[in-house]
């Protein structure tokens, strides 16, 4: 039986490895990998947690593994099309280094 | 310490790994993809020990497959040349880093402190096709609806998005 106070940790963890990433890394493609990677994280949290919680009520209980399969699914759409911008923005700049898109931070 | 146990520590030191050259790798973008490939299916062994099989199938395929292979043809097609961290900003930076470092810290603590209650035993065929098609399709069938419809919306935004001019 895997601890799941381990595999809790080790979600906090890549969630704090792909935070690094968001906040370090100044190519796009790599910062959406980031995303995808905290994305990931928290994925890993709902699955320990709906093994923590198989059974309620004495039936079977999967609502974890499908908010995963979701998540998933929205980070596929998410990454069709921060890749399309991505795309977009070189073409305009011949660059994806976030630092030369800067003009709505504060 | 029994096998799954040690597969569990096995596949979380190679997910750890593989997302830390992820990140720190400045050269080459296509190695940092590779990496990403590395953490996701360590991340899929530790779903399979989880008992969640179908979500092990579908982050192999979704993520190893669809989604790093979206990231390298980008990769490939721009053609990009090496990379460095954000310079400036570096106390900033580090302030944070150093906050999110010691929330994190604190979490930790107290999650591995804290002795959750123990797992049940899981019944027959959990995780399976049949017990998540069947939850898909009728407690979660608006959700399934949904996600087509999103994934639609994505289709046409990333064809726009990355089409050189609309006419």
Known sequence: MVPLEHVIGLSAILFMIGVLGVVTRRNLIVVLMSIELMLNAVNLAFVGFNRLWAVVDGSPSLDGQIFVLIVITVSAAEVAVGLGIVISLFRNRDSVDIEEVSLLKW | MTVPIFLFYAFAVISILGSLGMVLNTRNTVTSAMSLVVTMV??????????????AVFQIMVYGGA?????????????LSTDEFRPGRQRLVKLGAMLLGLIVLAALLRVLTTALPAAQPIPEGFGGFAQVGIALYTDYVLLVEMSGLLLLAAIVGALILSKRKID
């Open chain 2, 67 to 79: 989604i790093v292979v979206l990231f390298l043809f980008v990769v490939m097609l721009l053609n």
């Open chain 2, 42 to 55: 360590a991340l899929a062994g530790i779903y399979v020990l989880l008992e969640a099989h179908i979500v």
